[in-house]
């Protein structure tokens, strides 16, 4: 982890306003991270095992997603429960620096609302326990369960009531000595960098407890995926120094639709995007979210960034 390289060279790539200096020296090798339910559900200490052993330094942990018996619902986070899965997860040398506690703010069902904002600020108020930095989470739709595109997601009542939901998150947060951590979706309702920036402006205005996730596929549809590098750029320069992490995700286009691929196998451009992750953000994690193909997916970025 205290590798140093150094190589003077600049290269300039053909996506818009992108250059980058490997000149820069870096003092210590991005993490990556991978969802444990991708590898399955089970013990903490069976999906530590499991994410050590594929090559990953931390996982983001969704407890009811991947911790067998657990739903992670406020109440049932003791200190056995806690300290059991970060045992299982820590002494196989695999780190927890981000919950998964997504629900929909804008679900027509309010209960479940009301339920998810409940589990979402207790799993910041005991995120420090796991050794976490960081609790995160989606936008949501009007669509419900389905998570997708409904036109009534761009529009200032969707704003506004995905900020009513978000408004307490930073100071539960602050408490805690913890990050709450959104990410942007076009299917949801902060459907663009510029409205996931202004939220983060509005309820946290100097982002002291609010931090970023960027998914670059997320933002992506078929109407707009050839601006992939002008969003990536955008999301750098809107959330410069508070982003905790990229969920790293590859595609191709398939009969009109875009299908994810595995990582450096599609049309991402993820050689050119590490290069300036590493050089722009480089204490974010890099985090699997349904990668195909793993192991080669994994070989593939490590040839980036080591």
Known sequence: MG??????IFIFFSFPKIAICTGCIYNKLM??????????????????????????????????????????????????????????????????????????????N?????????????????????????V???????????????????????????KSIFAPMPEIAKKSGVC????????????????????????????????????IYNYLYIGNHEKRAEIFEKCLKLFKGKICGFHLKDYVVKDGELEIAPLGQGIMGWKEFLPVIMKEEPNAYLIFEGVKNVPDSLEFVRSIVG
């Open 3 to 8: 590798a140093f390289f150094y190589v003077q």
């Open 31 to 108: 993490k990556i991270l991978i969802r444990p339910h991708d590898i399955g559900k089970g013990s903490a200490e069976f999906l530590g095992q499991k994410a050590h052993e594929w090559g990953f330094d931390g996982v983001q942990l969704a407890i009811a997603k991947a911790i067998e018996g657990q739903n992670g619902n406020p109440g049932t986070l003791t200190d056995s429960v806690v300290s059991e899965i970060r045992r299982g997860f820590n002494s196989n040398g695999v780190e927890i620096p981000l919950l998964g506690a997504y629900f929909n703010p804008v679900h027509s």
């Open 110 to 134: 309010k209960e479940k609302v009301k339920l998810g904002a409940e589990k979402y600020a207790d799993h910041l108020r005991h995120a420090a326990e796991f050794g976490a930095k960081f």
């Open 136 to 162: 995160a989470s989606e936008t949501g739709s009007y669509n419900d369960d389905k998570w997708t595109y409904n036109p009534k997601n761009q529009t200032e009542e969707a704003f506004a009531e995905v």
């Open 180 to 215: 709450m951590a959104l990410e942007g979706a076009w299917g949801h309702c902060m459907y663009c960098p510029e409205q996931l920036k202004r939220l983060a402006d509005e309820i946290d205005p100097d982002q002291e407890n609010f931090r970023f996730i960027v998914d």
